[in-house]
């Protein structure tokens, strides 16, 4: 998923023979051409470039879990002044008309004012999604699964939390919880330990590890008690890892760094699925509930070394926690590369309404929100720096 011309994808190998192979060459594609026909991600409509739009009984259980369509507001323009424009001047002299002469206005016109100020002027134009990775793309019938996981296990309320669980969540006294087992895992290929000193997990891969995503064992966002309705005060949470080990080729592995709510499918990186975000090492790209090849964001290919963080504020909106309305329904996302700030997105940005779901569904506030790190391919490891709620 790193930066640079786009590629057809192509499979390598039957999956009798990749079983052969030692590099997992079945679950990915290559680059062999300027043409892509595949998506990383893998719409579940994965035999189309253009899927189809959602299902009439599809588009009921987003608008009933988001509670009703996004209705925003249309901008508006005010002109300080207008003037009716004279009127001809009347003929001088003869024929019985008036031979009044015309006196044009002693001021100049007012200046013309487009807009009063920066919240009047129009949104701005989408950012374009793409439909395939330039590095490496999902199976499809792992994106059909997570599709039919997502339509099967509906969005959880949010959960009722101990004293306990309260305190660790503001001190992020926190750890990720593996992933549960299915037939989409592979056994040995993933490692959990802790580090030495902070207790803070680290993630370990081999050869053959498919993809997978680690939740948080907490919250970072409790939508029962860090609602800015309830609290009448902005909500920012923050994940932040440090790149520990990572293959030279983004074309090898991957770590995505993002956020997610339960119930959501395992075996998919974060931002590929209903009530989840995230930004993807090997190309640099952002997910927000996208299937496909995501959006522009950051450079790619990620190295050893390197720290990124992900942080997502609730109720302003703002980063910084100042200004807007609390409780207001979008947020704002900013992502960090070695303690700098270098990129963010807004949740309730346009969309393309003919392809794109909705990407607030799930983030909108009204359901827990748990930290989340996918990772893909052997020979990564990765060590949490902190979890913050604050």
């Known amino acids: 998923m790193c930066f640079g011309r786009r590629g057809k994808r192509s499979l390598l190998l039957s999956s009798k023979e990749d079983k052969n192979n030692n590099n997992n060459t079945q679950y990915r594609y290559n680059i062999s051409s300027p043409t892509p026909t ?23 259980q987003y608008q009933a879990e988001m509670a009703g369509p996004y209705n925003p507001t249309a901008p508006s323009y005010t002109l300080s002044q207008t003037r009716d424009k004279p009127s001809t001047p009347p003929p001088l002299g003869g024929g019985g008309s008036s031979t009044t002469d015309f006196v044009p206005p002693a001021d100049p016109p007012p200046p013309f004012t487009p807009y ?18 330039p590095t490496s793309n999902a199976p499809g019938d792992l994106s059909d699964a997570g599709y039919t996981f997502c339509h099967q296990n509906p969005l959880m309320p949010p959960q009722h939390l101990t004293t306990t669980s309260l305190r660790e969540i503001s001190i992020g006294a926190l750890t990720l919880l593996p992933p549960p087992h299915s037939k989409h895992h592979s056994s040995n290929s993933l490692t959990l330990t802790s580090a030495p000193k902070s207790s ?78 995230g930004v993807h090492s090997d190309d640099g790209r952002r997910y927000c509930n996208d299937s496909y090849g995501g959006k522009d964001f950051v450079q790619g290919g990620w190295r050893a070394g390197e720290r990124v963080g992900i942080g997502m504020c609730f109720g302003t909106g703002d980063a910084t926690g100042g200004g807007g309305g609390v409780g207001a329904g979008g947020g704002e996302v900013w992502f960090t590369r070695n303690g700098e700030r270098i990129g963010g997105w807004w949740l309730d940005e346009e969309v393309d309404a003919e392809r794109d779901w909705d990407p607030r569904v799930g983030l909108d506030g009204r359901w827990d929100v748990y930290a989340a790190l996918g990772v893909w391919g052997g020979g990564i490891q990765v060590e949490v720096l902190k979890f913050e709620s604050v």
């Open 200 to 277: 803070l997990p680290i993630v370990s891969t081999s050869a053959g590890c498919l993809d997978t995503t680690l939740l948080s064992s907490q919250p970072l966002y409790a939508a029962g008690y860090h609602h800015p309705a309830n609290t009448h005060l902005p909500k920012r949470i923050y994940f932040e890892i440090r790149i520990l080990r990572l293959p030279p080729q983004p074309q090898e592995a991957t770590v995505a760094i993002g956020f997610a709510t339960k119930p959501y499918p395992s075996f998919r990186l974060p931002g590929w699925n209903r009530g989840s975000l």
């Open 116 to 133: 009063s100020s920066e919240s009047d002027l129009p949104p701005p134009p989408p950012v374009i999604s793409h439909d395939t990775s």
């Open 38 to 60: 595949s998506t990383r991600a893998h719409y579940p409509f994965h035999n189309h470039h253009t899927p189809p739009p959602p299902s009439s009984s599809t588009q009921q």
